[in-house]
């Protein structure tokens, strides 16, 4: 195979097809083993993840964010925000935040908090949010309207520290607890005839929240 820089080429796309795929290099070494095919080393996968692909694909979103906080810097903007934790429940370790505009669609920005900084998983959700919304309005981006799940630590920061930012709460978090609640009363023998209706009584949250137009009044009739 062709060489670049005395390594070989396929090393270099092995490395960078594994990370950008999302597997794994023990899965793939179990395959490549498998089919009797030489493979690099563990060490020269995390070698070469560290010395080349990293720094690519960080300087890559780097100049990618600052495109999209020039381009949203314009105009207030109504902003979404969930974190995805590295292990469901209480254990994990890691948690990435990410607030995307809900115009464009575009992420905004990403902020990773570990559970020794806080000292409980739960807490780690809070300190993401903290995080982005400090470099997003450091950026010169004015946020207007930000929507979340209902962390009751995230409602109390936000009262607190960001009163004149609307803090809404997704409809998809609110329609998932209410079919969870319905499901469980629809589980007794007396309301067994709720079960069918749970998936309309959803369907009809969903149409309240887009047809009332922001009007909270008119969203609970």
């Known amino acids: 195979q062709p060489m670049l820089h005395h390594m070989p080429t396929g090393n270099l796309l092995l490395a960078s097809s594994i990370l950008l795929s999302g597997g794994t290099f023990a899965q793939i070494s179990r395959m490549?083993?498998?089919?009797?095919?030489?493979?690099?080393?563990?060490?020269?996968?995390?070698?070469?993840?560290?010395?080349?692909l990293c720094p690519v694909v960080n300087e890559f979103w780097v100049n990618h964010q600052d495109a999209i906080l020039s381009v949203l810097s314009e105009n207030p903007v109504t902003v979404c925000g969930d974190a995805r934790s590295d292990s469901p429940g209480f254990g994990a370790k890691y948690t990435s935040y990410t607030p995307m505009d809900m115009v464009s669609r575009l992420i905004i920005d990403q902020q990773l908090a570990q559970v020794?900084?806080?000292?409980?998983s739960v807490k780690m959700e809070k300190l993401g949010l903290e995080r982005s919304l400090q470099f997003v309005i450091g950026s010169g981006i004015s946020i207007k309207v930000l929507a979340t799940d209902r962390h009751l630590g995230i409602q109390a920061f936000m009262k607190a520290e960001y009163p004149q930012?609307?803090?809404?709460?997704?409809?998809?978090?609110?329609?998932?607890?209410?079919?969870?609640?319905l499901t469980q009363?629809?589980?007794?023998?007396?309301?067994?005839?709720?079960?069918?209706?749970?998936?309309?009584?959803?369907?009809?949250?969903?149409?309240s929240a887009q047809s009332s137009e922001g009007d909270p009044d008119l969203l609970v009739e």
Request: some cysteine; proline content about 5%; glycine content about 2%.
């Open 165 to 181: 930012i609307e803090h809404q709460f997704d409809v998809w978090h609110v329609a998932k607890s209410v079919k969870k609640k």
């Open 32 to 52: 490549m083993a498998i089919m009797h095919t030489p493979c690099i080393s563990a060490s020269q996968y995390h070698r070469i993840q560290a010395t080349y």
């Open 185 to 207: 009363k629809a589980s007794k023998k007396e309301a067994s005839e709720l079960l069918p209706w749970i998936p309309s009584i959803s369907n009809h949250l969903y149409w």
């Open 116 to 120: 020794t900084e806080t000292g409980s």
